[in-house]
């Protein structure tokens, strides 16, 4: 797909269009509280953390056009990681009859807990590492731009499935590798002229090229993963990084540096605007998108035809 620009907030400026399963190693890259801390800490400035919803909206309205796609009425649906509410904007009741909102963060839930929804609301404090949902009992779970913070995607995947009613369906979005790899290359390049060394200041993500093993190890069926691309332009480094944080998208891995030194992050505003920067003087953000669809299998689920039982020689079609 090509890249996508979103029309941010600032007028001046054009725009251009893991969770642990139990019993799994506990391999930690992050911090968890403190990303529960993160995302308190945005909610709880309502006025600011909504100016900076465009993206999250943005994705979580692609995710329920994929949802849409699938010609079923869903009773109930479980978001996870539903932070303040992106997904329930973009869904209807020809879709559902009722959403289940689940997420780490109790301001974020409660954000717009007041504000109308066109579907039944339930709001829940659940961690995406351990879900507490009955083994088929889902026929329907959601998650946009929220399981990239997991430790253990497969573990989270392998819970999804689990919970999942036979022939029920995940629908997914998290952020790629390359997602702001300006910033990444700019506060490296920045570290290593200022300080002789980088630690890491941008999550690592996972590859587009991974997923579908992913979902297929969770012994998902019927995968389907795309790629998308959406660029938002700022006027500097710096209101990109302010931005981040009042989405509740700082860094919340568990080696990083609790704070960056100012020269170091001067020289990386400059870095990142002669490398990267646009001819109006703007500076463009790139945020890759995974979506990825799988379902639990059933008995009811097509299935491909066996190795050579075709009666139809595809070459003599294609000559034909």
Known sequence: M???????????????????????????????????????????????????DYLKDEVAARVADRLMDIK?????????????????????KDMMKKLIMCDISEQALRRDADEYAPVEVERRIVDEEH?????????AVVSSLSMHWVNDLPGALIQVRKALVPDGVFVGALFG???????????????????????????????????????????????TVDVDEIVVDYPSMFELMED???????????????IIKRDTLMAAASIYKELHGNPDGTVPATFQIIYMIGWKPSPTQPLPKKRGSATTSLKDVLEN
Not at 73 to 91: A, M, P, Q, R, Y
Not at 185 to 191: F, I, K, N, R
Request: hydrophobic letters at 35%; a positive charge; aromatic letters at 6%.
């Open 244 to 258: 981040l944080k009042a989405m509740g998208e700082n860094n919340a891995v568990l080696s990083r540096r609790p």
């Open 177 to 223: 590798g390359d997602t702001l790899f300006e910033l990444r290359t700019s506060l490296q390049l920045a570290e290593l002229e200022r300080e002789s060394g980088v630690s890491p200041h941008v999550s690592p993500m996972t590859d587009s090229s991974d997923i579908a093993r992913l979902l297929s190890r969770a012994g998902l069926t019927l995968t």
């Open 131 to 139: 879900l507490p949902f009955e083994e088929n009992s889902l026929e």
């Open 72 to 92: 079923r009425e869903f009773n109930t649906v479980v978001d996870l990681g539903s932070g303040c509410g992106h997904i329930v904007k973009h869904v209807n």
């Open 2 to 52: 090509f890249p996508t620009r979103l029309v941010h907030r600032y007028p001046l400026w054009r725009r251009h269009y893991a969770t642990a399963a139990h019993g799994a190693a506990n391999f930690q890259v992050f911090n968890r509280d403190v990303k529960r801390m993160q995302k308190d800490r945005a909610a709880s400035n309502v006025e600011t953390s909504r100016t900076v």
